[in-house]
């Protein structure tokens, strides 16, 4: 095998198809990326048998063949190449790549060995704005449980309406809904993706243009023009998140987003986990004080002017949970909608974005 390629367009396609790679697996070839040579281009592959990346790259092919080359090695070195073509060439389980002064040899693996990309039969698909999609799972998938023995909350619930695209994510200790509206929308689609691997599609390089999803009756898929990406979808029931979603508020505060944000970095300087933020709401007087004691440091308090309709009001949350869900709030104001010290808060953006961040409250002394 032998061909020649541009050095950023190799940089890019390794990018991409490293979020693919396993580095955990006791299989060698696992840890590689297979590289297929053939007509007017390179056909590259990873997985770790969980999900698959493929991607299709332009090159100089001068002789025809298929290798697999350990994947993060080999990303090292072409980062540190300069900007020319790189060659490569293959001789007797080795390939070397060399490109201006600089070249290596490196050892390479059995393409035979490598799994066969997955052949997925998709039964439904929808076709989405790219800067939409990343948008959605920026805001929620951060808020995906990190637990592994509760594999559903791992996982971004996607569905669709007639109206437009859902994403959902809980920990179940707080719960992000983000929708968007686009015409043509199919209605039954759904799967719960993880919330990791949607985090990996969404930090591709930013374009301009549409990203399809297609479903299996065991797979999602992501098509976008060369790049195509598999994961097997996570099996079982996402909780009733809507019955947690009261219909009601008894006190609705509307603060300035940024305002809110650096109030809570400042208390949140005293606070810790076993002392969290407390929001005093105050009708009469127009205001909110955020406030923590923290019995081994000190206290802080921010009073921050705001819109109140309906009762005084006090309720408290682990900061960090707040900060989480304001950052991903788009709008200059943000609601704060409650019912009682001891049910949860809701943080919603103002205006046409629809953003709804729920936060299990923490219990006042």
Do not use: W
């Not at 300069?82 to 693996?109: I, M, N, R, Y």
């Not at 992000?176 to 930090?203: M, N």
């Not at 408290?316 to 009682?340: C, K, M, R, W």
């Amino acid at each position: 095998m032998k061909f020649n390629i541009n050095k950023s367009e190799l940089l890019n396609a390794l990018t991409i198809v490293s979020k693919g790679a396993s580095s955990r697996s006791t299989l060698p070839v696992l840890s590689g990326v297979y590289v297929k040579a053939q007509g007017g281009g390179l056909i590259m592959q990873t997985t770790d048998l969980e999900r698959s990346v493929r991607y299709d790259v332009p090159a100089l092919v001068e002789e025809e063949g298929a290798i697999v080359i350990p994947e993060k090695l080999l990303l090292d070195i072409v980062k540190q190449l300069p900007e020319a073509a790189v060659s490569f060439e293959t001789f007797e389980g080795t390939v070397s790549v060399s490109c201006d002064q600089s070249s290596f040899v490196l050892k390479t693996l059995e393409a035979e060995d490598f799994p066969e990309f997955p052949e997925v039969d998709v039964m439904s698909r929808i076709t989405v704005p790219f800067d939409d999609f990343c948008t959605m799972v920026k805001r929620v998938a951060k808020v995906a449980s990190k637990d592994q023995s509760h594999a559903v909350l791992t996982g971004v619930l996607i569905s669709t309406s007639d109206t437009g695209l859902k994403m959902v994510a809980t920990d179940s200790y707080r719960l992000a809904v983000s929708e968007i509206d686009f015409a043509g929308c199919q209605q039954g689609f759904e799967a719960i993706v993880s919330g990791a691997f949607l985090q990996e599609v969404a930090s591709l390089p930013k374009i301009d243009e549409t990203i399809e999803i297609g479903l299996s009756q065991n797979q999602i898929v992501f098509t976008h023009q060369n790049m195509v990406f598999i994961n097997r979808r996570i099996e079982g029931n996402f909780p009733n998140y809507k019955q947690l979603i009261p219909n009601s508020y008894v006190t609705q505060t509307c603060f300035s987003t940024q305002e809110l944000i650096t109030a809570v970095k400042r208390v949140s300087l005293i606070s810790s986990l076993s002392s969290p933020v407390k929001f005093d709401i105050n009708d009469a007087a127009g205001n909110a004080v955020i406030n923590t004691v923290s019995q081994d440091v000190g206290s802080a308090e921010v009073v921050l002017d705001c819109d109140v309709i309906g009762e005084s009001t006090q309720i408290a949350f682990n900061h960090q949970y707040v900060l989480d869900g304001l950052a991903s709030i788009p709008t200059q104001q943000v609601y704060l909608e409650t019912q009682s010290p001891l049910k949860p808060g809701i943080f919603k953006s103002v205006g046409e974005e629809k953003f709804l961040y729920l936060v299990m409250p923490v219990r006042i002394a």
